[in-house]
């Protein structure tokens, strides 16, 4: 039978409620366990598909075509699992679903209220997860010993309480086979040299209150808590001193787990459970992964393009190149580089450049001229998605000498292809979709490689499987004018024979993925494109 373990978080939002999850998760595995996460974020968008990355960071891709939080890139880079649409719940599915019933009739005659309806759909969620006979076509044919929740948010958010309620439900039904571990902030107030508890004491109040007495307590903190502190907390939230965790600010999200295990949080959840906690086990080859990145010395320099100025909207990205510096002995230096306002002196100062994904024509010149740059630089140049397609774009004006070429993406009222050659185009299945919420090319698709091209090289092997997450294509019909001036298409969809990489002939690294490379690379799996992108870059 499954165990289950939520992840609640206090005091304020960007505690890291994400790695800590990630980390327990990982922690388990060790030992040995058969471990999944999940994460419920309490907004009303049925998911966060159709958020501005400046809401929300960036969007996640699961192999089976949900788009989800980027803290499931936390799990899946973490553990290795694999998630799926089932992994990703927010308040709008839950309230839809419910609605879906009710209109159906299920519910015969009763009224629907968010107790016990919404919360028993909750409650469903969450233990689906254990069910192996969810029929589904990816991942959900198998058991997990532990089931990891999340909460989104923070405690005391009107929007948690049917969460909160749904687990407060769940722990009374399973007993001990259901733990809370709580994460909090504990301040340091400069002022008066004094870290302070009241915080958490107020955040373990309003759970409490909620019907929630939390097992494990994980305190964020900027400064060493001692353990008079740790135990006046414990003292006064009713909970183990062996539970109450810290979490010091650590140089890398990685050493996070080594720190949870240091401390024996995984221990502390076992004992909990009544489960034997046995030796601690070795963390083998994360650890000898955490060496590397304290040993590297030497930087590779990295330049993202892109609209977005903030860390979270590329994180997938910045984490596959952290990886893939990493294996190559070297420590990335990530500069943002604004398309909107392309400097020349950045893209000179890098070792290589990624053209970033996107939507919408804001900074898609800047993104051209970046991989003009890059062509004619002989710079090592990924693009990714949008990225791919300004390589497109711009070799189709500056090669082809086409100046009109552009993405059906951003044409004018009234501009036919007769007078703009659309070198991007919309996909066929995309022409009669009038919902923009889920309804983009989504998820895993297979993808062939043209024998003897750079990619096949990279891969080392002919057939791949990558995840994508866009409405637009390279527009086959130019294929051949393309191809004849050295850009060829070197990875296509073996099914619909949409083109998925192109590259250039003669440059030391130009490729461009129509998918998403870094919705794939893990801690102890990096991807082998960003990997021979960094060696390449470094050889530079
Ligand atoms: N806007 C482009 C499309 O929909 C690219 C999407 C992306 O970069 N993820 O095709």
Known sequence: ???????TGGVVSSLGKGIISASIGKLLQKRGYKITIQKFDPYINIDPGTLNPYEHGECYVTADGMETDLDLGHYERFTGIQTTRHNSQTTGRIYQAVIDKERRGDYLGHTIQVVPHITDEIKRRIQQLANPSVDDKMGMGESYDFIITEIGGTIGDMESAPFLEAIRQLKWQLGKDAVCVH???????????????????????????????????????????????????????????????????????YEVPVNMQKQGLDAVILRKMGIPVGETPDLGEWNHFLELRRNAKDVVRIGLVGKYDLQDAYKSIM???????????????????????????????????????????RGTEGKILAAQYAREHDLPCLGICLGMQMMVIEFARNVLGWKEAKSREFANEGETEDGVPFVIDLMEEQKCVSQMGGTMRLGAYDCQLADGSHAAAIYGKRLISERHRHRYEFNNAFLGAFEARGLVCSGRNPDAQLVEIVEMKGHRWYIGTQFHPEYQSTVLHPHPLFMDFIKTAIGK
């Open 1 to 7: 039978m499954s165990k289950y373990i939520f992840v």
């Open 319 to 361: 984490e596959s190149l952290s990886h893939a510096a990493t294996y190559h002995h070297r420590k990335v230096s990530i500069s943002f580089i604004p398309s909107e306002h392309l400097d020349k002196d950045m893209l000179e100062a890098q070792d290589g450049l990624v053209v970033c994904p996107g939507f919408g024509q």
């Open 183 to 253: 994460l909090t902030y504990v301040p340091y107030l400069k002022a008066a040299c004094e870290l302070k508890t009241k915080p958490t004491q107020h955040s373990v109040k309003e759970l409490q209150s909620a019907g929630i007495q939390p097992d494990i307590l994980v305190l964020r903190t900027e400064k060493h808590l001692d353990d008079h502190l740790r135990a006046k907390v414990a003292g006064f939230c009713n909970v183990d001193l062996e539970c109450i965790i810290q979490s010091e600010d650590l140089p890398s999200i």
